[in-house]
C-alpha cells in the first residue's frame, strides 16, 4: 500500500486508502481460486465498500463510512479480487473532469496539469497510473467512457440493469449503470462476467442474456462533428484500423444527437433532484452546528455540504418537474428519449455496431474556460445517447496525440458487450494502446498489497 500511496501523490486519484492491515488480512483470506484471484481494484466513491469511507466527493457525506458492500463490490471479493482504495469523483457524479469533487483535485498521469475526465477520474487515473488493472466506476452519462478517453484506458457502460445498482449512491436512476475502468479487454470481459447479473436487492437489475457476438459492419458518423483535430484524427485513425481488420464500414448520420443532450440534463436533474432530498441533516450526512430550527437545519445543512454544482442541478430538476410543467420539460425530453432509441435501432438494422468519438477534446487543463461547466454539458452529446437507450458502449485507446490519449466509443444493441469486447480486441492487434509514461504498472510488487 505504501507503494501505491507514494506513487498517486501527485495524481490523487485515491480518496482513501484501505488499511496496510485490513488489505492483507482480505488478501490472506480472499478466494485463491476465484476468477479474479490475486487482482487489486479501485471503486469510485459513490460505490458502498463495507468499513470505508461512501463521500461522493461531496463535503456532505465526508464522514460517512458504509456498513456494507454493493453488490458488485461483494461479487468482486467472492472472486478473490482485493479493493485497495476509494477513488475521486465529481461531487456525486455530476461532471466531465473531477474538478467537481469538493474534496481533493485529481491530476492526469499523462499530463498532471490536465484533468483526467469525470465523473469517474480518480478511477480512470488510478488504473492509467497502474496503481490497479482495474476499477469500478459509474456512467449515468458518459462517467466511465470520457475519463477512459482522456487517461488512455478501456471504459465498459454495459447494458442498463445488468449490473446492480445496489450500494451505488443515486445521481439519475434511470440513466446510470456501474462501469468497469481497465487496462485490456481481457481484464474488462472478465470483471464484467463477474459483476452482471440479476441481484435480489435491485429491482431494476436483469439477468444478462448475450446477443450475437458477430460483428462484420460498423457504423461511423459522416459529416462535420465539431472535434478537435486531435480526436477528428484519432477518428480517422480508428475508422482505418476498423477497415484494415476485415470490418466493413458504413456511414450513418444522427441528427437525434443534438436532441439527445437537452433530453439528458432534462431527465438527469430531474432525478437528482428527486434523489439527493435524502440529504436533510437528520438521517446522516453533514448536518449545520448553527441552525436553530428543523426548517433552519434542513436548510443550512444543504446549504454548507452540497457545492454549486450540484446546487444548480437540483434547482433546474425541481423546476422542470414543478407542478403544470411537467409535459413541457420532463414527458418531452422522454419523447426525445425514445426518439434517440429508435434512431440507434435504425442504425443497428444496417450495422452490427457504431463507433462514435468518446469527447470533441482531449483532456483539458485544470481551469480551462473554453471548457466551462456549460460547454462540458454540451460536450456529452456522443455518450448520453447510450445512457438514454440503456446499450453497452466502451471507450477504447485508439491514438496518443501530442502526448494526450484519445479514446473512441464502440456501441451495439442491448446485451451485446461480448460483440463490443471482440471488436476492441481486433482493434487493440492494429493500433496497440500505448502505457502511460507514468504507469507503475510494471513494478507493482505484490498485486494484493
Ligand atoms: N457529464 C455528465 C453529467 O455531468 C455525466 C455524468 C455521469 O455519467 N455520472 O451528468
Known amino acids: 500500500m505504501t ?81 485497495v482504495g476509494k477513488t475521486n469523483l465529481d461531487e456525486f457524479g455530476m461532471g466531465s473532469s473531477t474538478d467537481n469533487s469538493a474534496l481533493a483535485v485529481t491530476n492526469n498521469p499523462w499530463d498532471l496539469e490536465c484533468v483526467c475526465g469525470g465523473s469517474s477520474g480518480g478511477s480512470a487515473a488510478a488504473v492509467a497510473a497502474g496503481l490497479v488493472p482495474f476499477a469500478l ?95 477528428e484524427t484519432a477518428y480517422k485513425k480508428a475508422v482505418d484500423g476498423l477497415k484494415s481488420s476485415g470490418m466493413k464500414i458504413i456511414e450513418v448520420e444522427l441528427p437525434m444527437l443534438d436532441y439527445g443532450i437537452a433530453a439528458y440534463y432534462t431527465i438527469a436533474m430531474a432525478e437528482a433532484s428527486a434523489n439527493l432530498a435524502r440529504y436533510n441533516g437528520v438521517r446522516y450526512g453533514h448536518r449545520s452546528a448553527e441552525a436553530g430550527s428543523f426548517e433552519d437545519l434542513m436548510r443550512m445543512s444543504r446549504d454548507e455540504g452540497f457545492g454549486d454544482e450540484v446546487k444548480l442541478r437540483i434547482l433546474l430538476g425541481t423546476y422542470v418537474l414543478r407542478s403544470g410543467f411537467q409535459d413541457q420539460y420532463y414527458t418531452r425530453a422522454q419523447k426525445i428519449r425514445t426518439a434517440v432509441r429508435n434512431e440507434f435501432d ?86 496497440p494502446p500505448a502505457a502511460c509514461p507514468l504507469s507503475m504498472a510494471g513494478q507493482r510488487t505484490t498485486e494484493a498489497k
Open 3 to 83: 507503494e501505491l500511496k507514494e506513487h498517486d501523490k501527485d495524481i490523487n486519484s485515491f480518496l482513501e486508502f484501505a488499511s496496510e492491515d485490513a488489505a492483507a488480512s482480505v488478501a490472506a483470506s480472499a478466494n485463491q481460486d476465484g476468477p479474479l484471484a490475486g487482482l487489486t481494484f479501485g471503486v469510485k466513491d459513490n460505490i458502498a465498500v463495507e468499513g470505508m469511507h461512501l463521500t461522493c466527493g461531496s463535503k456532505m457525506l465526508k464522514d460517512f463510512v458504509s456498513p456494507y458492500d454493493a453488490t458488485a463490490v461483494r461479487k468482486l471479493k467472492e472472486a478473490g479480487a482485493v479493493c
Open 137 to 231: 466506476g459509474t456512467d449515468t452519462g458518459g462517467s466511465v467512457r470520457q475519463p477512459a478517453s482522456f487517461c488512455g484506458v478501456y471504459g465498459l457502460k454495459p447494458t442498463y440493469g445488468v449490473v446492480s445498482r445496489f450500494g451505488l449512491v443515486a445521481y439519475a436512476s434511470s440513466l446510470e449503470v456501474c462501469g468497469i475502468l481497465a487496462d485490456s479487454v481481457d481484464t474488462t470481459r472478465k470483471v464484467f462476467e463477474v459483476i452482471k447479473g440479476k441481484d435480489g436487492s435491485d429491482q431494476t437489475s436483469i439477468d444478462h442474456i448475450p446477443a450475437s457476438a458477430d460483428a462484420e459492419t460498423v457504423a461511423v458518423l459522416a459529416g462535420d462533428l465539431g472535434l478537435k483535430p486531435e480526436v
Open 346 to 431: 435504425g442504425v443497428f438494422t444496417k450495422a452490427d455496431m457504431i463507433m462514435l468519438p468518446a469527447f470533441p477534446t482531449a483532456a483539458f487543463k485544470h481551469g480551462d474556460q473554453s471548457l466551462d461547466q456549460f460547454q462540458q454539458k454540451l460536450a456529452d452529446k456522443f455518450t448520453v445517447a447510450a445512457n438514454l437507450s440503456g446499450m453497452p458502449a466502451m471507450s477504447v485507446p485508439v491514438s496518443v496525440e501530442n502526448g494526450l490519449p484519445v479514446g473512441m466509443q464502440l456501441m451495439a444493441p442491448v446485451f451485446a458487450e461480448e460483440r463490443i469486447f471482440k471488436v476492441a480486441e481486433k482493434l487493440a492487434e492494429v493500433l
